[in-house]
């Protein structure tokens, strides 16, 4: 059955700090992993991650596949009040499935 | 704007009634996808549908159906034999061809009454 662990499932840490967030993964036939971020109602997409080993950036998000360990990161460098959200990571095989973890609820004091 | 568009935004129902929930994209992608999210469970794959006329069960199919008559469309009846039906509910889709991103509507949150 393919699932996605995500790692811390909470966190809070102060503006200013960076972090670092987990997605493990098992799945029948891979096609990519995305990350979203979820603050009140639809997800927004962040990264959609498909090769081993290539970082893509986005600001101060940057996230990185490694496919030999069935994992990604999602780093957030210099934290804001409003990176705080919950950030989904999702799996999508090549039967076109796209299953998401349970998310990292980010919180971000001031 | 090509979009994925959910109505209502909230429902209310009452114990054993169905009622369904609305979906339609502008995107023309072929696949379009339900989830339901619960405090704490992240996203939960209800249905899927690669192409017209043909859909998946996901993981939590169970008291739920769909089905996929235009490619536009893609409505979620929630039956009276989902045992715990309130929750929030969004529907995507992407670009599986293309392998691009999945584009979510603005959700319907769903409350028996």
């Known amino acids: 059955e393919d699932k996605v662990v995500q790692s811390p499932l909470s966190l809070v840490v102060h503006e200013g700090d960076t972090v670092t967030l987990n997605c493990s993964y098992e799945v029948t036939n891979f096609r990519s992993l995305l990350w979203y971020k979820q603050e009140k109602k639809a997800p927004t997409f962040l990264f959609m991650l498909?090769?081993?080993?290539i970082e893509k950036k986005s600001g101060r998000l940057s996230s990185i596949l490694d496919k030999k360990e069935l994992s990604s990161i999602l780093n957030i460098t210099a934290t804001q009040t409003g990176d705080s959200a919950i950030y989904l990571c999702?799996?999508?095989?090549?039967?076109?499935?796209?299953?998401f973890g349970k998310g990292t609820r980010l919180h971000i004091l001031p | 704007d090509g979009g994925i568009t959910q109505s209502p935004k909230y429902l209310f129902r009452k114990e054993g009634q169905n009622v369904t929930l609305s979906c339609e994209q502008n995107?023309?992608?072929?696949?379009m996808y339900w989830y339901r999210q619960d405090p704490g469970q992240g996203l939960r794959l209800i249905y899927y549908s690669q192409i017209v006329n043909d859909f998946q069960k996901g993981d939590i199919a169970e008291g739920y159906s769909v089905s996929r008559e235009k490619k536009e469309s893609f409505p979620l009846t929630v039956t009276s034999a989902q045992k715990n039906p309130t929750a929030f509910y969004l529907c995507?889709?992407?670009?599986?061809?293309?392998?691009?991103?999945?584009?979510f509507g603005q959700g319907t949150r769903l409350t028996v009454v």
């Open positions: 999702a799996i999508m095989n090549r039967d076109d499935k796209i299953i």
């Open positions: 498909t090769s081993s080993g």
């Open positions: 995107l023309n992608h072929d696949a």
């Open positions: 995507a889709s992407p670009e599986v061809f293309m392998n691009t991103e999945a584009f």
